[in-house]
């Protein structure tokens, strides 16, 4: 089966700064890669799917680029509301493996 | 509005079986495929099962493989997850999710609120 790592697994940053977070995949994908956001307590959200395409109602500050085995989340000028678990997810192929977070906190 | 409602959570006994049911509405249930995933107290995601549109196929992960069976039943908009043969490391918050699809390729992109198994004797 295909992993996938994400890195960081947690990071601290400023409101404004840019955030970058990676996902590895151990075989090639394509561009079948999504990202999720999940907020303390809540439902995980989509934000970006086929690896560069944003949710509707996602904010243009959220960004995603990659294809292949290497991909990358980008949140342009942190927010405050931004603050939440990120998790990458595979979909090209069963089993649909989901990377293991990154937690994203204010400084 | 998409709008998922999941029931039948609880606490069972390890051996034992439980089914779970995820209410549909606000779009054309027989169109989508749907998954259920699941998260351990404290821990990330993980992906449990997908079933296509009409119900032709189904793809389980490794972990609930033979002991899972996912259905569902577009008359009554319902989305199913029949558990049997509980153990401890079933114990989750349940989340059944509709699916977006390319082709074969489908990742969640709207997600119910979630139902808590927990697997104690």
């Known amino acids: 089966d295909i992993q996938m790592t994400q890195s960081p697994s947690s990071l601290s940053a400023s409101v404004g700064d840019r955030v970058t977070i990676t996902c590895r995949a151990s075989?090639?994908?394509?561009?079948?890669l999504a990202w999720y956001q999940q907020k303390p307590g809540k439902v995980p959200n989509l934000l970006i799917f086929?690896?560069?395409a944003l949710q509707l109602g996602v904010p243009s500050r959220f960004s995603g680029s990659g294809s292949g085995t290497d991909f990358t989340l980008t949140i342009n000028s942190l927010q405050a509301e931004d603050v939440a678990t990120y998790y990458c997810q595979k979909y090209n192929s069963a089993p649909l493996t989901f990377g293991g977070g990154t937690k994203v906190e204010i400084k | 509005q998409v709008h998922l409602v999941e029931s039948g959570g609880g606490v069972v006994q390890p051996g034992r079986s439980l089914r779970l049911s995820c209410a549909a509405s606000?779009?054309?249930?027989?169109?989508?495929?749907m998954h259920w995933v699941r998260q351990a107290p404290g821990k990330g995601l993980e992906w449990v099962t997908l079933?296509?549109?009409?119900?032709?196929?189904?793809y389980y992960a490794d972990s609930v493989k033979g002991r899972f069976t996912i259905s569902k039943d577009s008359s009554k908009n319902t989305l199913y997850l029949q558990m049997n043969s509980l153990r401890a490391e079933d114990t989750a918050v349940y989340y059944c999710?509709?699916?977006?699809?390319?082709?074969?390729?489908?990742?969640?992109?709207?997600w119910g609120q979630g139902t808590l198994v927990t697997v104690s004797s």
């Open positions: 086929a690896a560069s």
């Open positions: 075989q090639d994908l394509g561009n079948y």
């Open positions: 606000g779009f054309n249930f027989n169109n989508y495929a």
């Open positions: 999710a509709r699916a977006f699809c390319s082709s074969t390729n489908c990742g969640a992109d709207y």
């Open positions: 079933i296509w549109h009409d119900g032709t196929y189904k």
